[in-house]
């Protein structure tokens, strides 16, 4: 016998992501090309950011301490493209955004193939050069 609630079957980032509207790398891209300035945000740390990010997008860090205040700098009836790394951060930042009332937001569901060549590169050599993020970039 344990002790506590039964665990829940289902993590809690994922119970929240079933309320997003959730895109696909490819779809993501299609929407990002049309998008307006400042409409696409890249919720990770700015380290992340300044290693890499796609092309267009700001940083709003959803772990820094002014994270609530640059939510509350966006105009609610925009449309904004939210991503991260994983899809975790990115899912809990949608989620704090809806509660805001931002309503038109696209999450972006899984990881984008230049973050995933970014992550191997970064595994291989434990850092990367500016020509192989230059490479990504493009």
Same mark, same amino acid.
């Given at each position: 016998?344990?002790?506590? /609630? /039964?665990?829940? /079957?289902?993590? +809690?980032?994922?119970?929240? #992501?079933?309320?997003? $509207?959730?895109?696909? /790398?490819?779809?993501?891209?299609?929407?990002?090309?049309?998008?307006?300035?400042?409409?696409?945000?890249?919720?990770?740390? *700015?380290?992340?950011?300044?290693?890499?990010?796609?092309?267009?997008?700001? &940083?709003?860090? !959803?772990?820094?301490?002014?994270?609530?205040?640059?939510?509350?700098?966006?105009? *609610?009836? %925009?449309? !904004?493209?939210? !991503?991260?790394?994983?899809?975790?951060?990115?899912?809990?930042?949608? %989620?704090?955004?809806? &509660?805001?009332?931002?309503? #038109?937001?696209? $999450?972006?569901?899984?990881? $984008? *193939? #230049?973050?995933? $060549?970014?992550?191997?590169?970064?595994?291989?050599?434990? +850092?990367?050069?500016?020509?192989?993020?230059?490479?990504?970039?493009?």
């Amino acid at each position: 016998m344990t002790d506590g /609630p /039964p665990a829940c /079957p289902i993590p +809690r980032w994922q119970q929240l #992501k079933q309320v997003l $509207h959730n895109v696909g /790398p490819a779809e993501f891209d299609r929407l990002r090309s049309t998008a307006p300035a400042g409409t696409v945000l890249d919720v990770r740390a *700015p380290g992340e950011f300044a290693a890499f990010h796609l092309d267009g997008a700001i &940083n709003v860090n !959803y772990l820094g301490p002014d994270f609530l205040e640059q939510m509350e700098s966006l105009a *609610p009836e %925009t449309e !904004y493209l939210v !991503y991260c790394r994983s899809g975790r951060r990115s899912v809990r930042a949608c %989620t704090l955004m809806r &509660n805001a009332g931002i309503q #038109k937001l696209i $999450h972006l569901d899984g990881v $984008h *193939p #230049k973050q995933e $060549h970014l992550r191997l590169l970064k595994g291989r050599t434990g +850092r990367f050069s500016t020509s192989e993020v230059s490479l990504l970039a493009a």
